[in-house]
T-cell receptor, first 113, second 111 residues
Framework: KQEVTQIPAALSVPEGENLVLNCSFT??????LQWFRQDPGKGLTSLLL?????REQTSGRLNASLDKSSGRSTLYIAASQPGDSATYLC????????????FGSGTKLNVKP | ETGVTQSPTHLIKTRGQQVTLRCSSQ?????VSWYQQALGQGPQFIFQ???????GRGNFPPRFSGLQFPNYSSELNVNALELDDSALYLC??????????FGQGTRLTVV
């Protein structure tokens, strides 16, 4: 069974800072690793998808990397803004059921103006 | 906008009652998955439907059941509601293991 852990659970940074969110998973038979953003009481917004054959993906100020051998993914946010404040979730799907995601508990990010 | 819509957005039910939640998947997606998210936790996989058949189930009792229709929309039914069923229920649509898109969720409160 895939277990996903996210560290830290919460993070507070001043506006403009670059930051890294960490995600670790136990089963290297990963199919996809997907990062999501969740605003309070809302659904999940997909940020980046990394397939198992890829090492990283970039979208605007976001960059996500995947290292299957160490069981880790990182989400890098450049030049953080108050609008980035939200909970960030990573989810890993397995090679054996690639549409089933295992989620971490998320990192709650607060970017202070 | 993800193209995945869920209804209703909020619901209050009494313990012991039954509830049906609905999800319309994104166009072209044949797989729908349901997740339960308790406050402060990550979503937990309930089950998944692929082309109208259940295709995987998480650690949830049989009173959680579902359906997928020919147009790939889906329902989640929960019988004999318990207080612990209070959560945000999320629907995700995908196709062949590609990027999953989530709806805005249904907030269920059991009193």
């Amino acid at each position: 069974k895939q277990e996903v852990t996210q560290i830290p659970a919460a993070l507070s940074v001043p506006e403009g800072e670059n930051l890294v969110l960490n995600c670790s998973f136990t089963d290297s038979a990963i199919y996809n690793l997907q990062w999501f953003r969740q605003d309070p009481g809302k659904g999940l917004t997909s940020l980046l998808l990394i397939q198992s054959s890829q090492r990283e993906q970039t979208s605007g100020r976001l960059n996500a990397s995947l290292d299957k051998s160490s069981g880790r993914s990182t989400l890098y946010i450049a030049a953080s803004q108050p609008g980035d404040s939200a909970t960030y979730l990573c989810a890993a799907s397995s090679r054996y059921n690639f549409n089933k995601f295992y989620f971490g508990s998320g990192t709650k990010l607060n970017v202070k103006p | 906008e993800t193209g995945v819509t869920q209804s209703p957005t909020h619901l209050i039910k009494t313990r012991g009652q039954q509830v049906t939640l609905r999800c319309s998947s994104q166009s072209g997606h044949n797989t729908v998955s349901w997740y339960q998210q308790a406050l402060g936790q990550g979503p937990q996989f309930i089950f998944q439907y692929y082309r109208e058949e259940e295709n995987g189930r998480g650690n949830f009792p049989p009173r959680f059941s579902g359906l997928q229709f020919p147009n790939y929309s889906s329902e989640l039914n929960v019988n004999a509601l318990e207080l612990d069923d209070s959560a945000l229920y999320l629907c995700a649509s995908s196709s062949k293991g590609d990027e999953a898109f989530f709806g805005q969720g249904t907030r269920l409160t059991v009193v």
